[in-house]
Every structure is written in structure tokens, then in C-alpha cells.
């Protein structure tokens, strides 16, 4: 089962058009994972930039469908790789079951140097857990 | 030649770690796009969005390395390819002389129902002069 | 007693200081005004911007202490002034009982020609039985 | 005269009304006061946030008349006021002569653990010297 992050599209996420600005799909994008980390990895943004981070080294996304003001989006994340210090994400995000865009990302663990780092025993122990669970529930 | 844009990175560019927050690449994306239809294909955006448009399908961007508040970034675009009514864009984004984001994306030509739509012969003669120029000067 | 809106200070409002952008604070203002003309005036935004709008004429804010990545923002939003088109707004905004922002803002009823208008009879009822029982509570 | 900063209005900053969207004029007057501080005070952000900072304590705007995509914005910056560790400014952004909001804010010089200081000597005097080229140019 993926986990799962609700967004309501508002006025401030669209454009001239009515609908969302793409490069606003990648905040919601980033605050998705921003809860993942805290919920899941319980590994929260607030307590990681001092000595280390989880920077996006690469993302694409395809835009299936328009997303309108008002419109409840149902952003599903799933974990499709955990390296040494790398993470790929993938991101199906749906509005009354209707595919509005899918994404895939790549996230790396760096230390406060800025360097990419194994990720530490705990976070990696959280992570395969999730992973496991999400095998198991069919995602 | 690329097409280029010149984008000084600001401080509402730059996140808690002093960088270029990644979806703020993607306004800047949208920025270089957007000042691409005025000045190459002269069909600006201020004119387009009653009768038509030039959504995003899809996109995807590498982050090379970070860049930081006050960096000068020139972003390069170039076409790819020309459809019936869609568009591909390479994006090579460098500080001086250094890379630090590649992407690429396609743009949909619509009509004013949303619909793909073949684009209009101007606009299209316009495109295909870039390109030519583009490759005979070895972009 | 004041409309609540909840906010938590997420990655994208933060700046290189590790704070808050004074300019997110303008779109969290905006978002409870949002979930104000949809929860208590019961005219959404989003199906509002084909023949009416409330566009800000005039907004001021006051910021008092930073706010960080993770803060848990409680934006109270009451009405100080019902006018024929216009309407008045007080912002409180607090984290754990501390003020981090005070704000006033006039928003104008306009119709599809951008003109001032008079609030309809049903959003001005609402209006005014909202305001009823702000005073009624101590707001 | 006052400092001037040019900003053509983009598709990111428009929203479904087709008009900028109120939060990214804020983003537009830091970006004003961000090259003041980098061009006339010759104390760039960049160099700025490990020791020291000026965030702005308190903003106000009115917003005269809405500013459509691909308009061109000329937005006057001009001092109002130079205190020990504060400094006042107004803003007048206008597009082809036609005001189109009027601001004032207020920043605070703070040394590298946020309290407020005064401005050191060199800041200063060229704060000083920019306002007696204001007031002998008329501005």
C-alpha cells in the first residue's frame, strides 16, 4: 500500500488557464516526501539540516490530465529502490480515482559536507520495513 | 545556439540549506519556455491563453550540482523534435561554465476546447527556421 | 471566536535563514481566506471566478517572532468591518500560544466586469450571522 | 530619484482571474530590496546570511489596479526613513504610468543571533548618501 498524501488544490496552485502550474505538482511532490520522512523514517526536515540531507538528484513527471481549484488530490507514494545512500520514489496522484499525473524521483543522503553518505541503520531498518509492508499489501 | 536565458538565483529561489529549492528550477523552466514564444516563435503567452495554449505533458530534469544564492545560471534551450502538435525541449542549465541541471520536456499545442491541435502554419515556420538555425550553428 | 485555519511550516516556505519567506505568509492568509469563503460563506473560490471575485485591495502585516521549519501555525481569521462591497479581515497567527504575525486585509465583491458590487443577499447573511457569533463567543 | 526594478509580469505569477496573484508582489519588492541591498548598499544577501540578516519586521500594500501577464512593472524604491538599526521604504509600481500598488515596509539590521543592531559604519554611510541623491533629484 503506498502512503498516501492529500492535497486540495487552491487558488495559489493555479494558473492563468484554471488549472494547476506543473512546477507546483513538484512542491506538492516535495511535501509528500517531506511527510514521508517524518512519518515513516521519522526522519523529519526540521531536525536534518544541520547534519545532513535528502536532496532530489533527478525527477520527471508526465501530466496526464488537468487539476482544477477545488479538485482533492490523492498523491500515492511508493518506495522502487533503496541504495546505499539513494532512494527512488514513485508518485501516482489521482482525483476521484481519475490519474492526474505520475512521477518518479530520486533522492540522495548526503552528510553535512554535502557528500552522499550510506544512510544510517535506522532510517535503513524503517525504510525496508515500509518496503516490506508495502510488498505484502499489494502496491 | 540554444536559446538562452539568463536567470540570477534569489534569495525566494533558496531553501533552508541555502540553495536552489528544485521546484523552483521548474518556474525557471517555464520562464525560459515562456520567453522562447515571445521572442522566437512570437506567439506570447499574453496573446495564447483564450483560444489556445501550450500545456506541459511531461518533463524531467537531473540535478548536476547545487546553486546557491547570487549564482548567475544560463539556461540553454533547444528543440528536439517537432510533432504534429506537440514539442520537445532540451534544457542545459550552467554557472559559469559549470552544469547544474539538464532536462527535457514536451509542450502540447491545444485549442481553445483543450485539445491537441496541429500547429498553425506561422507559428510552425517559425519553429523549423529555429531548428535549422539551431543546427547550422552547431547547437 | 475566530475562524481557525491550520498550517504547518513546511520545506518550500523556509528560506536560507531556516524561516519563514515573508511572502508565504501572504498565500497561508490567502488560503484561510479561502477556506472562509467555502466553509462559512459557503461561495468557493472555485466556482466563484467566472462571475464574481474578491480580490485584495490592501493588506498589512505585522511579524513579530520568526517562525521555523516544522512550527505548527494556528492562523485566527475574524471580521472587522462588513461594508457594501467590501470586507475587513484580522489575522492572528500563533504557535504554541506565541504571536508570530498580526495582519489586516480589505478584500472587494467584484462582478464579472471587475466592478465593486454589492455583497448578494445570501453571502451577506452569512456574513453578518458569522459576525453575531464572533462577538457572541469574544472573539 | 528613486531605485527603480524592473519586473515583466509572468505566467507564475498570474492566477485564474488572469491578474498577478497579490503574494508574488511580495516576492516582487524583496527581489526590489534584495538588489538595492546588493547594488546601492553594496551588502549583497549572498554574503549575508552567516552573520547577519534583514528581515522585514512589518509590510503594508494597496493594491490600485490589477496587473495582467506581460505587463511591465517599474517598481520605485525609495527610503522613508534610516533609524539605528531599522530602515524604512516605500515602493510605487507602475506599468505605463498607471500606478498599480503602493507599499511600504520596514527592515531591521540583526547581527548572526537575530537580535536587532545598529548598521555598521560603511552601510550606513551609503544609506545615507542614497537618500541625499533622493531628495536632491526630487524623488
Redesign the interface.
Known sequence: MPFIYHQKV???H??????V????Y??MM??TV?DFFEKVVLL????M?QDC?V?????????QA?T???DQLEIGLTITRLGRSSLGFAYDARCGGEQRFTATSTVVFIDSG?RPAAWPGTPRARLEEHMKKETSHGA
Open positions: 487552491r487558488f495559489r493555479c494558473d492563468p488557464a484554471g488549472i502550474f506543473y512546477p507546483r513538484f512542491e516535495n511535501d517531506e523529519p526536515f526540521s531536525g539540516h540531507g536532496p532530489t538528484a533527478g525527477i520527471e513527471a508526465q501530466f488537468p482544477r481549484l477545488g554535502g
